[in-house]
């Protein structure tokens, strides 16, 4: 079994920062790519940012400038880094991951609001 945990969401300013976390854990030889989405109210989910396992990456354009994604293979976790945070950036963020042997797996989701 396989597990990916969130972390780093929650309130803040508008043009404030966040950093969210995405750990998996579990059976793990290896993760390809690796995902951030986010779904805001009334509206459908959407790719925010993505990366490969050899770092190559690809952002929304609503994001393009704003928000970096890494990773650290070693720790098995994906990284968001956003900044210039603006009120329609507020959503539940979801990660996922391609995991060797497990397919694709999503965490659980965690509120980001942006309001002052």
């Known amino acids: 079994q396989v597990q990916l945990v969130e972390s780093g969401g929650g309130l803040v300013q508008p043009g404030g920062s966040l950093r969210l976390s995405c750990a998996a854990s579990?059976?793990?030889?290896?993760?390809?790519?690796m995902r951030w989405y986010r779904q805001a109210p009334g509206k459908q989910r959407e790719l925010v940012a993505a990366?490969?396992?050899?770092?190559?990456?690809n952002y929304a354009d609503s994001v393009q400038g704003r928000f970096t994604i890494s990773r650290d293979n070693a720790k098995n976790t994906v990284y968001l880094q956003m900044d210039s945070l603006k009120p329609e950036d507020t959503a539940v963020y979801y990660c996922?991951?391609?995991?060797?042997?497990?397919?694709?797996?999503w965490g659980q989701g965690m509120q980001v609001t942006v309001s002052s």
């Open positions: 996922n991951a391609d995991i060797t042997g497990w397919g694709r797996w």
């Open positions: 579990g059976n793990i030889h290896s993760i390809h790519d």
């Open positions: 990366i490969t396992s050899g770092g190559s990456t």
